[in-house]
């Protein structure tokens, strides 16, 4: 059953290395396509995904020097996280359509003083008014009260092992950020938004 020629034994020995070798790197190489198309199939589910409710919402227009234009009654913005991603970019997908936070001073407009309206980024909503901004000392573009109340809506957010408020656009539903009690007169809230989820139109 078992050969005594010791020179058998001696070049059996590479021969089996060799096939003990071969064959870990090919079931590693195995795996690592496995893994590859796998996560190819996450990504294209991902992106498949419908993000926003259907629908109709009533928003009020606005000009962008601020002019209030009435109320309108809008299809509401559903497209998938692929023709977010195309839309947007990653950095305002990440944020607008995934509820990231953008770091702190980092936003375009945290730091913006002149006249105008943010929009939308997702969907050209008017939601602040320069007039409402202030200087929050937080890094984040920070307003005591939105253009319209119609314009946003409010959710309650659990993540973080917290309770805070989200705040969303009414149209499209992009993630814009949260609202806090601590802003000043009149309102007293601090809607604490990221630069990433708008963009500024001057008046």
């Known amino acids: 059953m078992f050969s005594s020629d010791p020179t058998r034994d ?4 590479p021969m ?3 096939i003990f070798l071969a064959g870990g790197i090919t ?11 796998m996560n190819e199939n996450s990504v294209q589910a991902g992106t498949a995904a419908v993000h926003g409710t259907p629908g109709q919402v009533t928003i009020i227009n606005f000009s962008n020097d601020g002019k209030n234009l009435g109320p309108q ?3 509401k913005i559903v497209k998938t996280d692929g023709e977010w ?6 950095n305002s997908f990440d944020i607008a ?3 990231d936070t953008e770091m702190p001073y980092s936003g375009v407009t945290w730091n913006e003083h002149a006249a105008g309206i943010f929009r939308c980024i997702c969907c050209e909503t008017a939601l602040f008014s320069s007039q409402t901004k202030f200087e929050s000392g937080t890094g984040w573009p920070s307003f005591y009260a939105p253009i319209a109340k119609e314009n946003i809506v409010e959710v309650t957010d659990n993540s973080l092992g917290m309770q805070r408020t989200e705040v969303k ?5 992009a993630h814009l950020g949260h609202v806090f009690n601590d802003g000043p007169e009149p309102t007293g809230l601090r809607y604490c938004m990221n630069s990433a989820s708008m963009h500024f139109v001057k008046a």
């Open 169 to 173: 656009c009414a149209r499209c539903e």
């Open 97 to 99: 359509r995934q509820a």
């Open 16 to 18: 089996t290395r060799r």
């Open 10 to 13: 001696d070049q059996a020995a």
């Open 85 to 90: 991603l195309q839309q947007l970019g990653k």
């Open 27 to 37: 079931a590693a190489a195995s795996l690592a396509v496995l893994a590859l198309r």
């Open 73 to 75: 009654t809008v299809a």
